[in-house]
């Protein structure tokens, strides 16, 4: 049987955790072929159920370690302890647990609103999202490839201004940044802190495509692991419009690789800057 990917409903129901008491969370996750618990995911996941924790408050930052794999078949327990409540500022730790042994830590800091200076560095100059093909077209002539794995439907539009991985493998010259528009791929109504969560699922799962590129691979065939994930949210993002991702990988070195994203809305707005870094070898 094909796999297919989760449908977006179901990316945002997991990510809204049930709440079993005032710091206690257990998390549903995604299940695949692999039963790999995806690192976007449960990130996300941490970062709700943080914010879940200081009502009138919303994420500005998050830094994800990643410290051991776990089953997607069963549930992770998250455990949130409250480090600091300020007047403006409030910090979280988050545990992820599944049968005792500790699968991600995750500090979160989340802020009131606050009126002050604003500025931020100019979005690229690309072309529009609907002067652009989706992916599954431009990967069209790679149909036959791996049961459609290529065309497949996703739970996020994407439009890439660079090529993805699979025709940037064949160019004379790897490119360390990969542009892409994006956007859910239905109409999605979420609050503010689901739509930080699904930014961390796509960054978690679009960002290693940068380093991927570098080594003229893609996430097929390859073995790849988070090792750890940060995110600074800079606005509300708007998902019902394109958002793009300006995606680099500076360096790779010792079997790991570095990218960075920077998400722009379509008026030019700073939305969100990630970094993560993979391992890229044997488990």
Aim: hydrophobic share 40%.
């Amino acid at each position: 049987m094909t796999y297919r990917p989760p449908a977006l409903a179901d990316i945002v129901t997991t990510l809204d955790v049930d709440r079993r008491t005032d710091d206690h969370f257990v998390a549903t996750q995604l299940d695949n072929p692999a039963h790999h618990i995806v690192g976007g995911h449960i990130a996300g996941q941490a970062l709700v159920a943080a914010s879940r924790t200081a009502p009138g408050r919303t994420p500005h930052s998050a830094h994800v370690y990643y410290i051991r794999a776990g089953d997607a078949r069963y549930p992770v327990d998250l455990h949130v302890d409250v480090a600091r409540d300020g007047g403006t500022l409030s910090t979280r730790l988050v545990t992820a647990r599944q049968d005792g042994q500790i699968l991600l830590e995750a500090l979160v800091s989340l802020s009131g609103p606050v009126e002050s200076l604003a500025y931020q560095q100019t979005i690229p100059d690309v072309p529009q999202p609907d002067s652009l093909p989706p992916v599954q077209q431009q990967l069209a002539a790679f149909a036959d490839e791996l049961g459609g794995h290529w065309v497949r439907p996703q739970p996020f539009d994407r439009r890439y201004v660079d090529a993805p991985p699979r025709l940037a493998m064949d160019l004379p010259e790897p490119s360390s940044r990969m542009r892409m528009w994006w956007r859910p791929a239905e109409e999605v109504a979420v609050d503010e802190v689901l739509a930080c969560g699904l930014l961390a699922y796509l960054s978690g799962t679009t960002m290693l495509e940068a380093a991927l590129a570098m080594r003229r691979a893609t996430p097929i065939g390859t073995f790849n692991a988070l090792i750890d994930h940060a995110l600074w949210f800079h606005r509300p993002v708007d998902l019902s419009d394109w958002v793009l991702s300006d995606q680099h990988s500076p360096s790779g070195i010792a079997g790991r690789g570095l990218s960075t994203a920077t998400m722009y809305n379509r008026s030019g707005e700073l939305v969100c800057l990630a970094t993560q870094e993979v391992y890229f070898g044997s488990r």
